[in-house]
């Protein structure tokens, strides 16, 4: 078996139910409008049809990372969507990640000038 | 249908094929390492099993992003894996759409104190 603590290149903090490109549109777009998005800003913001949003925002609603509103606009059904607390902060923990992820990545794969490495892990 | 030209928060550069946990591990690796890396660094640098390196090896090189070489070290069967020149190109365009993607959702999503914003999306 690999042990996984020692596994620098695992990023175990990408967690999948964020990372998925979709999933990370429509919270990154929660995450700049705090009071939440109606369903039709989402779908318009992230590029994506009625049902891949639908099934996307139902594993973040379950997975606990956001809230979702059925209301009225009027006559109109509305629905709101927003971060919880809960995913504001995983949000956050996962931006770290991809942070780390990138300054990994940049210490020579993204500047093109950058030394070839000789050495191999131990 | 949406007009996917005008939705910020799409993040088309995201390729899937790069964007995966387990391959961005193994890319992240490679580009570190311009040499290359046997199969069994890979494994352990990614936290992967056999298997599972196995099969998003084979992914990456479908995709023109790896070169995979086989050999002999000795006696033993020797694997070398290298990020392409095409391979090393499309992880840098991809790298920088990661640090749009964070330099957007950093706006207001990891500081904490950001204020809170009332505008909608046009």
């Known amino acids: 078996m690999t ?13 999948r139910v964020l990372h998925e490109k979709a999933r990370l549109g429509i919270l990154t777009s929660l995450a700049d409008y705090r009071e939440g ?3 039709g800003e989402l779908r318009d913001l992230c590029g994506l049809t009625d049902g891949n949003l639908s099934r996307h925002v ?8 956001i809230e979702v ?23 956050d923990d996962y931006l770290a990640v991809l942070e780390q992820v ?20 131990a």
Chains 1, 2 share one sequence.
Do not use: M, W, Y
């Open 102 to 121: 990138l300054l990994r990545a940049r210490g020579d794969a993204v500047s093109g000038s950058a030394r070839p490495k000789e050495g191999k892990p």
């Open 37 to 39: 998005l109606s369903f």
């Open 3 to 15: 042990d996984r603590r020692e596994a620098p290149f695992a990023f175990e903090g990408l967690d």
């Open 69 to 91: 509103t059925k209301g009225f606009e009027g006559r109109r059904p509305h629905t709101n969507c927003k971060l919880t607390p809960e995913g504001r902060q995983r949000f």
């Open 58 to 65: 139902q594993i973040l609603e379950e997975a606990g990372l």
